[in-house]
């Protein structure tokens, strides 16, 4: 009997402080309120992310909000034609001030995720000891109908349905390059850049692979949506 009062006067105590809750939590711990992409990385974030993959509408408005912000350029794109396809597919054209070696294809969800890496990897930048913010991204695309390895059988690569983004080479706003193929080991305060930026594709995607993953990654970031923090 006992054990029921109280549980009873819990479940009193935390429908009441419901309001205070929602508007008094930091976004990061608040499941109440819709993702923003400057939310900081957490799981609860992580979590609004992924629920976003069911919700068409309230990922498009995630979108519009970050580009009334200024965050990102993007438009909307029909399906594409042909046996692979793409759940929403947007076209990012750039990420405010960080431009692009061309605009690619995400399925929402991506698009959100992108948006979010870009505008904390600037940030973290900003912060590091290079104190200079990102400029412009080099890729190599993000969506391919194809096989994980382009191998005849097995399973879809995540490219296919525009859940990846494979970027090549980063930019900072002091005119320096920092090249996944050149710089992943040396010189060292270009290795260290790189390793903040391959490190924060964790916090946004579901998996982020390098240069120290396998071969097939010597080039490039490969940055997905499977997964929930596969960094390697
Ligand atoms: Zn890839």
New binding site residues.
């Given amino acids: 009997m006992r054990v029921l009062i109280v549980i009873t006067l819990l479940a009193l105590a935390a429908w009441w402080s419901l309001p205070w809750l929602k508007s008094h939590l930091p976004p990061q711990w608040n499941p109440f309120i819709p993702l923003d992409v400057t939310d900081p990385p957490g799981w609860i974030t992580r979590y609004k992310l992924q629920q976003l993959k069911g919700d068409p509408q309230a990922c498009l408005a995630v979108l519009q909000r970050a580009s009334a912000q200024g965050l990102v350029s993007f438009r909307e794109e029909p399906l594409p034609k042909g046996e692979c396809t793409i759940a929403q597919p947007i076209r990012i054209s750039k990420f405010g001030p960080v431009s692009l070696s061309s605009s690619f294809l995400a399925s929402c969800p991506m698009a959100v995720a992108s948006t979010m890496y870009v505008t904390r990897s600037h940030q973290l930048l900003q912060q590091s000891e290079v104190a200079s913010p990102l400029r412009r991204i080099e890729h190599v695309g993000s969506f391919a109908c194809r096989n994980i390895y382009h191998r005849q059988q097995g399973q879809r690569s995540e490219?296919a349905t525009a859940e990846?983004w494979?970027i090549t080479a980063f930019q900072l706003a002091n005119g320096r390059w920092l090249r996944v193929a050149k710089n992943w080991q040396e010189p060292a305060s270009e290795s260290a850049v790189l390793h903040i930026l391959w490190r924060n594709g964790c916090a946004s995607f579901g998996n982020a692979l390098g240069p120290d993953y396998n071969a097939a990654h010597a080039s490039h970031f490969?940055l997905g949506m499977r997964g929930s923090g596969f960094c390697r």
Avoid: E
Wanted: no cysteine.
């Fill in positions: 490219h990846a494979d490969h």
